[in-house]
C-alpha cells in the first residue's frame, strides 16, 4: 500500500516571520495525521525550515538544485549542500523551471540523477501545456518527459523516487483536472513504468499537482493511482494546506 504524501511548494513565497507562522499552524493541525507531508522552501529559508521542522514527523525539501556536484556555475546550488541542510525531497522539472528557465527533459534527468546521488529523493514533475492537451498530444508529452529519466537512469531509480503530474494549464489558474482526467494521466505514467517493472509501478508513489484544493482534494486522492498532491497556491494558506493533508489521511 503507498502511502500518501502532500508536499507544498511555496515557490518564491515567505519571509521570516510568515514561515514561522505557517509551520507552527502546520505542525499543530497536522499531527497525527496519516499521510507523509513536506514542504519545498526557497534556498534561503532551508535553515529556517530545518530547525522548526527537524523535532517533527514532517519533511523539507528544496524547489530546485543543480545538475553540477560543485564549480564555478556562480547562483546555482548542489544536492550535497540541499543534504546539509537536512532536505529529502527536491523538485525537478517543475514545469516553471522548464518554461521560465529553459530547461530541457536532458536537464531535468540530469538534475534527477544529481539529487538520486547523494541520497535525496527528486520529485519529477512532468505534465502538458493547454494547447498540447487541446492538441491531443498529452500522452506523448508526459510520456516523452517520463522517457527521459528512464533512459538515462533506469527504472529502478524509481523505486527510490517521486513523479508528479502537474497540468500547466491548471497550474496557478484555479482551474483542476477533472478526477478523470487526472487519473487518466496517472494510469498511463504508472503503465509506463510498469512496462519496464510492474514491482517499481507498483511502489511509485504519484503526486497530483494543479490548483489542488480541500473542496478537490478528497475526490482527487481516492482514485486509483492519484498518491498525494504537489501543492502551489493552497500550500501557504496552514488551514487549506491541513485540510489536504487530512484529505490524504
Not at 114 to 120: F, H, M, R, T
Request: charged share 15%; with cysteine.
Amino acid at each position: 500500500m503507498r502511502k500518501k504524501l502532500v508536499a507544498g511548494n511555496w515557490k518564491m513565497h515567505g519571509s521570516l516571520q510568515k514561515n514561522a507562522e505557517l509551520l507552527e499552524a502546520i505542525c499543530r493541525g497536522a499531527s497525527g495525521l496519516g499521510c507523509e507531508i513536506a514542504v519545498c522552501a526557497p534556498y534561503p529559508y532551508l535553515h529556517q525550515v530545518q530547525s522548526i521542522l527537524g523535532a517533527t514527523s514532517l519533511q523539507w525539501g528544496a524547489q530546485s538544485v543543480s545538475e553540477h556536484q560543485s564549480g564555478a556555475y556562480t547562483g546555482e546550488v548542489s544536492a550535497a549542500m540541499l543534504l546539509d541542510f537536512g532536505c529529502r525531497y527536491v523538485l525537478v522539472g517543475h514545469s516553471e523551471r522548464r518554461t521560465l528557465f529553459g530547461e530541457t527533459d536532458n536537464v531535468v534527468a540530469a538534475k534527477f540523477a544529481a539529487a538520486q546521488a547523494v541520497g535525496l529523493v527528486p520529485v519529477l514533475c512532468v505534465g502538458e501545456t493547454l494547447f498540447e492537451r487541446e492538441s491531443g498530444m498529452t500522452g506523448l508529452v508526459v510520456s516523452r518527459q517520463l522517457s527521459a529519466v528512464l533512459d538515462r537512469q533506469g527504472v529502478d531509480a524509481f523505486a527510490s523516487a517521486v513523479v508528479a503530474y502537474e497540468p500547466v494549464w491548471a497550474i496557478g489558474t484555479g482551474v483542476t483536472a477533472s478526477t478523470v482526467q487526472a487519473q487518466t494521466v496517472h494510469s498511463a505514467i504508472r503503465s509506463q513504468v510498469a512496462g519496464l517493472s510492474a514491482d517499481v509501478a507498483k511502489g511509485l508513489r504519484i503526486l497530483y499537482g494543479g490548483s489542488v484544493k480541500p473542496a478537490s482534494a478528497q475526490e482527487l486522492f481516492a482514485q486509483d493511482d492519484i498518491d498525494g498532491g504537489l501543492i502551489g497556491g493552497a500550500a501557504l494558506i496552514a488551514d487549506d494546506f491541513v485540510a489536504i493533508c487530512q484529505a490524504a489521511s
